[in-house]
C-alpha cells in the first residue's frame, strides 16, 4: 500500500540564516508519523510502502516533483499537515489528488484541520480529519484502512461513513503517548538520505525538534489549550541529544525547537549545555540553534538558559534573550487564559539578571495586538508601562490569529463576544514578521497567495484603532527600543520640567487616536488608512508604495520606513506634544529632538557624508551635567554608506549593519564661533 505525506513547509523560516540562503525544512511531520506507526504496529508496518513531498509555496499545477512521485506511485493514503501559510496550496493538492486517484483516502491534518461537518462539506476532496496531536489518530486510521475496517472507534477524528454521512468522534485527552520519536535511530539511513538530498538543494537545513508537546495552559489564542492538549508527554530527553548529534555533523544545519513552553523543563538545561559544548568543540562550529518560545513560567531557569546562550552568541541565529508576554495587563491576560502569575516580578527579574546584558533593540519580547478585552487606550498603557520597565524592543507586535481548535473559536467561553476576523494576504517577504520591501514585479508574480486569519474587530478594539496600534507601537519600539532616540528629551522633561517619561509617552501615542487622524501628516494618515483597507480585504495587499516607487512597503515595518524617510513629520508630532504638556515653546527642546533624531538611520544624504557639523551636546543638557555647554564638531558614523546598501538590505528582510554611535568629536578650532550656553 503507497502512503503519502505531502507537507508544505512556511517560506518565511529562513529569518537569522543569511538573508540570500536558500533554507531547505527537515520533513519531521514525515518522519513523526511513520515512526510512530512504526513503534504501534511493526507487524503492519512491512505493508506500507511510504513517501513524502514538501511543497513549499509551489503550486501542485507547477509542482512536476510531486506529480511525478504520485503518478509513479499512486497512493491508497494521502495525508496533508495544513497550517495557515500553506492553505491554499493544501486545499488545491487535494483537489488534484482527488481528481486523478478517485479510490485514494484523503486526509486533512495539521491545525487548520477541523473536525468538523462544515469543514468536509466546504473541502469534500477529503475524506477524514484530524483533530489535535494526531500521529495517534493517524496511525489508528492507517491500521483500519489496512484492516478494511470503519473509523467509529477511532477518537478526535471527523470522517464520510459508508453512506456519506459526516461522523465526528469524541474529543478526549489521548490515553498513549503521540509522541513516539525516534526516527534517527529507527530509520538511520533514511534520515540520512533524505539530509544528503537537502544539502543539494538548499544552502541551509533548518531541523524542527522537541522534547515535549502539549501545554498545561489554555490561552484563547493556541490550539494546545484545548483540553486533548491539556497532558504533556515527554520524549527521553537522550532522544533529543542522538539528533543534535546527527544534526550537528552537517554544516549550516539550524535547530529549531517547536516545544510551547522552552524551559518548562529541567532536562531542557541537559539539551542547551550539549549543544553549547558540540558548538564549542574545536572541530565543530556546524550548528545553529533557532527560535524558542521560552515558558510562561520556570522564570529561573529560562533566564539560566539565556543567560548561558548570551555567552555563546555565536550559536544563536539570533538574540535568543526575551519574554513572553503578550500583554501586561493582568485582565487582559486573565480573559485570554494567560497564566498571569506575579509578570511584574518576572519583568523585574528579567531586568535585574539580563538587563545589563541584553541588547533589548532585538530582544524578543512578544506582545499580541487584538486580544480580546484590549482597547486603544490599554494598548497605550502597556506599551507605556514597558517603557517604564525598559522593555520596549524593536520586534514588531503580533496580531491575534484566528486559528481552529482554540478555546475562542471552539468554546463556550467566547460565544457571547462578537468578534470579526479576515483572512488577509501576505507576501512571503515576511509580512508575518520583520519584512519591509517586496520589489512590485515579485506581487506580480506571487501563485499561491499566503493568508493569515486575523482578528480584526473585538467590542473594545476597532479595526482603524488595530491598524493605529500596529503602526505606532512598531514606530515607537524602533525609534525608542532601538535607536534611543528618546532618552535624552525624556531626561530633560524629567531633569528641567519634573514631567515624568510616561506623560510625554502618552501624550504621543494618543495623537495616533482615530479621533486625531486628521491633524496627522498626509503620509502618515495614508498609511494608517491603508493598513486599515489591508486588514478588512479590501485591498489585497498593503497598497503603499516607498518613496521612489519601485516596491511595496510591508504592513509591520511600514512605519520604520516612514521614520527613515519622512522622520521631520514624526518629530513635529513629538514636539506638539511636548507643547502641550508645558503649554510654551522651547527652542533647546526642538533642537534635542533633531540632534537624536540624527542617531538613527534615515535616507538623507547626511546620514553618509560623515561631515562634522558644529553643535551642543545635547545628550549632557539633558543629563544636566554642568550648568554652562560649549559648541563642539560632532560628526554621526553609520555603516551604511549610502541609501542603495540600506534597500539591499531591507528588500532582504532587515539591517546587517548597526549605527557605531557618536563616534568624534572635537573642540571648536575658531573661539570667536563659540557661544556659550548656561541652563
Avoid at 374 to 395: M, R
Avoid at 587 to 609: G, V, Y
Wanted: with cysteine.
Amino acid at each position: 500500500m503507497n502512503l503519502f505525506v505531502n507537507i508544505g513547509s512556511d517560506p518565511i523560516k529562513n529569518a537569522g540564516v543569511g538573508f540570500e540562503s536558500r533554507v531547505g525544512m527537515f520533513p519531521l511531520v514525515y518522519f513523526w508519523l511513520k515512526d510512530h506507526f512504526y513503534q504501534e504496529y511493526q507487524s503492519y508496518f512491512s505493508s506500507i510502502n511510504w513517501n513524502w513531498h514538501d511543497s513549499y509555496t509551489d503550486s501542485i499545477d507547477t509542482d512536476t516533483e510531486l506529480q511525478n512521485k504520485l503518478l509513479e506511485n499512486p497512493p491508497k493514503i494521502f495525508a496533508q499537515s495544513i497550517y495557515v501559510w500553506n492553505e491554499n496550496q493544501m486545499f488545491n493538492t487535494a483537489k488534484w489528488v482527488r481528481k486523478n486517484f478517485r479510490d485514494c483516502l484523503i486526509i486533512a491534518a495539521g491545525p487548520s484541520a477541523e473536525i468538523k461537518e462544515s469543514f468536509l462539506k466546504k473541502h469534500p476532496y477529503y475524506d477524514v480529519a484530524i483533530n489535535g496531536p494526531g500521529a495517534e489518530s493517524f496511525s489508528e486510521i492507517v491500521k483500519n484502512t489496512i484492516d478494511k475496517k470503519s473509523f467509529y472507534n477511532i477518537n478526535d477524528i471527523a470522517f464520510y461513513d459508508s453512506n456519506k454521512r459526516v461522523i465526528i468522534n469524541n474529543h478526549v485527552k489521548h490515553k498513549k503517548n503521540p509522541l513516539l520519536l525516534n526516527y534517527v535511530n529507527n530509520f538511520t539511513e533514511e534520515t540520512k538520505a533524505v539530509i544528503k538530498k537537502l544539502k543539494k538543494d538548499f544552502d541551509v537545513i533548518r531541523f524542527p525538534t522537541l522534547l515535549l508537546q502539549g501545554c498545561p495552559y489554555a490561552c484563547s489564542f493556541c490550539e494546545q489549550g484545548q483540553e486533548i492538549w491539556g497532558k504533556i508527554n515527554k520524549r527521553p530527553v537522550e532522544m533529543v541529544l542522538d539528533e543534535i548529534n546527527l544534526f550537528s555533523e552537517y554544516k549550516n544545519s539550524v535547530i529549531d525547537f517547536i516545544d510551547s513552553n522552552f524551559g518548562i523543563h529541567k532536562e531542557y538545561e541537559e539539551i542547551i549545555d550539549h549543544l553549547i559544548n558540540i558548538h564549542n568543540a574545536e572541530h565543530n562550529k556546524k550548528i545553529k540553534l533557532g527560535y524558542l518560545t521560552w515558558a510562561k513560567e520556570n522564570l529561573n531557569r529560562v533566564i539560566s538558559l539565556q543567560k548561558k546562550l548570551q555567552n555563546n552568541k555565536d550559536l544563536t541565529c539570533d538574540n535568543i534573550e526575551g519574554l513572553s508576554l503578550q500583554d501586561i495587563n493582568k485582565d487582559i491576560l486573565k480573559l485570554n487564559g494567560r497564566p498571569f502569575n506575579s509578570e511584574d516580578k518576572k519583568i523585574e527579574k528579567f531586568n535585574e539578571e539580563l538587563g545589563n546584558n541584553v541588547d533589548y533593540r532585538s530582544s524578543r519580547l512578544e506582545f499580541m495586538l487584538a486580544m480580546p478585552g484590549q482597547s486603544f487606550e490599554s494598548i497605550i498603557n502597556s506599551f507605556v508601562e514597558l517603557n517604564e520597565n525598559n522593555l520596549v524592543s524593536s520586534w514588531p507586535p503580533y496580531i491575534y490569529t484566528l486559528f481552529p481548535n482554540t478555546p475562542l473559536t471552539e468554546s463556550n467561553d467566547f460565544k457571547t463576544t462578537d468578534f470579526k476576523g479576515n483572512k488577509v494576504f501576505i507576501s512571503d517577504s515576511g509580512a508575518t514578521t520583520i519584512g519591509f520591501l517586496t520589489p512590485k514585479n515579485k506581487r506580480k508574480n506571487i501563485q499561491n497567495l499566503l493568508t493569515v486569519n486575523y482578528l480584526i474587530e473585538t467590542p473594545t478594539l476597532s479595526t482603524i484603532e488595530l491598524a493605529s496600534s500596529l503602526y505606532f507601537y512598531t514606530l515607537m519600539g524602533h525609534v525608542i527600543g532601538f535607536w534611543r532616540v528618546l532618552n535624552s528629551p525624556f531626561l530633560y522633561l524629567k531633569n528641567y520640567y519634573g514631567i515624568k517619561k510616561s506623560v510625554f509617552l502618552k501624550k504621543i501615542l494618543w495623537k495616533f487616536s482615530p479621533t486625531n487622524h486628521h491633524n496627522l501628516p498626509t503620509n502618515i494618515q495614508t498609511d494608517i488608512f491603508s493598513l486599515c483597507n489591508w486588514l478588512t480585504g479590501k485591498t489585497r495587499f498593503l497598497d503603499r508604495e516607498d518613496i521612489y516607487k519601485k516596491y511595496y512597503l510591508e504592513p509591520n515595518t511600514i512605519s520604520i520606513y516612514r521614520w527613515m524617510s519622512n522622520y521631520t513629520d514624526f518629530l513635529s508630532l513629538f514636539y506638539e506634544a511636548f507643547v502641550d504638556i508645558v503649554g510654551h515653546n522651547d527652542i533647546i527642546f526642538q533642537n534635542m529632538l533633531f540632534w537624536a533624531a540624527k542617531k538613527s538611520l534615515r535616507f538623507d544624504k547626511e546620514c553618509f557624508d560623515n561631515r562634522f557639523e558644529v553643535s551642543y551636546n545635547y545628550d549632557d543638557i539633558a543629563s544636566k551635567k554642568m550648568p554652562t555647554h560649549h559648541l563642539s564638531e560632532f560628526r554621526f558614523i553609520f555603516e551604511y554608506s549610502n541609501v542603495d546598501e540600506i534597500y539591499k538590505d531591507l528588500v532582504q528582510g532587515g539591517f546587517t549593519k548597526r549605527y557605531s554611535g557618536i563616534v568624534e568629536y572635537r573642540p571648536l578650532s575658531d573661539d570667536e564661533y563659540q557661544k556659550p550656553l548656561s541652563l
